[in-house]
């Protein structure tokens, strides 16, 4: 029903920069709440950020609280995560995610996007 698209990852170095987003279709995102997971190889799903589809109020990780940013475009359907001083620890494939539940790390009821991957060189 709700389709995910991700782009904007890349390869970079430490204390740089990136902006993932997430452009919905099927269903208007203001209906949902939405977030970012990312998973590197051999290693479980972590929570990352995550809004509520009512205020906006937002939600982060302590792993990266004050470093990435998130926010959406309702006009344009879109979750966007911004990401600032990236660490070789940020290396990770980006997963966004809706959900009909406020998102943190234990959210059962969760539709994925393909991901996209970033790597941090140190």
């Known amino acids: 029903q709700v389709q995910l698209a991700e782009s904007g990852g890349g390869v970079v170095q430490a204390g740089d920069s990136l902006r993932l987003s997430c452009e919905a279709s099927g269903r208007n995102i203001s209906a949902y709440n939405m977030g970012w997971f990312r998973q590197n190889y051999g290693k479980p799903r972590e929570f990352v950020a995550s809004v509520g589809f009512g205020n906006g109020g937002t939600y982060y990780a302590t792993a990266v609280q004050g470093r990435f940013t998130i926010s959406r475009d309702l006009a344009k359907n879109s979750l966007y995560l911004q990401m600032d001083r990236l660490k070789p620890e940020d290396s990770a494939l980006y997963f966004c995610?809706?959900?009909?539940?406020?998102?943190?790390?234990?959210?059962?009821?969760?539709?994925w996007g393909q991901g996209t991957q970033v790597t941090v060189s140190g």
């Open positions: 995610v809706v959900s009909e539940e406020f998102i943190t790390q234990t959210t059962k009821q969760l539709t």
